[in-house]
DNA sequence: CGCAATTCAGTTGTGCACAACCGACCAGTG
DNA sequence: CACTGGTCGGTTGTGCACAACTGAATTGCG
């Protein structure tokens, strides 16, 4: 019955609408996940970095997950509001900012646990799609190559 | 130096950051293609599916792109307030609000023109990789068959 | 007909995401 | 020392995204 954009014109644009529509679907599979932990998944992503990286700045945390300071400074604030972690401004120079996790912080992660399965279910790909996928995606300029701001 | 969120841990996560990235490296290289004609990408692709599909409906807008109407609602009144487009009543069913162009949003579609080759360019995918990626991405759950509340 | 259930668009509130800007801060130079 | 350019994190303003809710309108059922 309705025409989908994905009839209607070229490839990359499908692909686009396609990466759109994939990367909502895919915070509204993490999000009954992550809700009970009041978590959001940029949350989460910090999280990670932390929980894997250990402390690091703002400016780190930025380069790695690709955000700037005005998304990350609030996030960061809500995340130390839970007591997730703490921020400190660095002695020697005062200008950045240092973030490291809290005990309940660190806590979080054996709490939430493996997310793995459920992902991997919720998506519906075998392994070897899933690795094909990822294959792609780090090739594309804007992931891995091409930040925001070149 | 730093590590990255790609090695920390599973497949899955990694392809989840991934596609978040992509996606909203993807918003970043419309911006400058959009921001001159006053546009965003979710307004473009509405009017991409007003140029295809003729006048529809709110609700089957939110269908095609997985919106609610919370986000529609005020979208489309910004391209209504910029001239593109006008929203009424239907009249033998009033709950329903039916969408069409306007003569300046029809003309919109020459004057942005075609953005395929740019984008083509700018993911530094080949043709071949993009069709795969379209493949597996319309494959996954989540965008063709699991939209947000099943 | 009368009334409950459903279907719509819209509103409210929260949280990203990013451009533009700001002020503090640091390093280098004279 | 004062001056300059660059580096930080933070703030402001705009625009998605979505959950939860509101209220009008419609449909179905007795």
Not at 41 to 59: A, I
Not at 65 to 93: N, V
Request: charged residues 25%; proline residues 5%; aromatic residues 4%.
């Amino acid at each position: 019955m309705r025409k989908d954009v994905r009839e209607s014109t070229a490839l990359d644009d499908m692909i686009c609408f396609q990466l759109y529509a994939a990367s909502r679907g895919m915070t509204a599979i993490y999000r009954p996940l992550l809700d009970p932990h009041g978590l959001t998944y940029p949350q989460y992503l910090v999280l990670r970095v932390l929980w894997h990286d250990g402390p690091t700045t703002v400016r780190d945390l930025g380069h790695t997950l690709r955000l700037d300071s005005g998304t990350l400074s609030p996030l960061l604030k809500r995340l130390e509001t839970q007591g997730h972690l703490r921020r400190e401004r660095q002695t020697h120079d005062e200008r950045v900012v240092t973030v490291h996790l809290t005990a309940t912080g660190v806590a979080l992660r054996e709490q939430i646990g493996d997310l793995t399965r459920q992902l991997v279910c919720a998506t519906g790909l075998t392994l070897d799609e899933l690795a094909q996928l990822n294959h792609l995606l780090s090739r594309a300029r804007g992931t891995a190559t091409l930040p925001p701001k070149g």
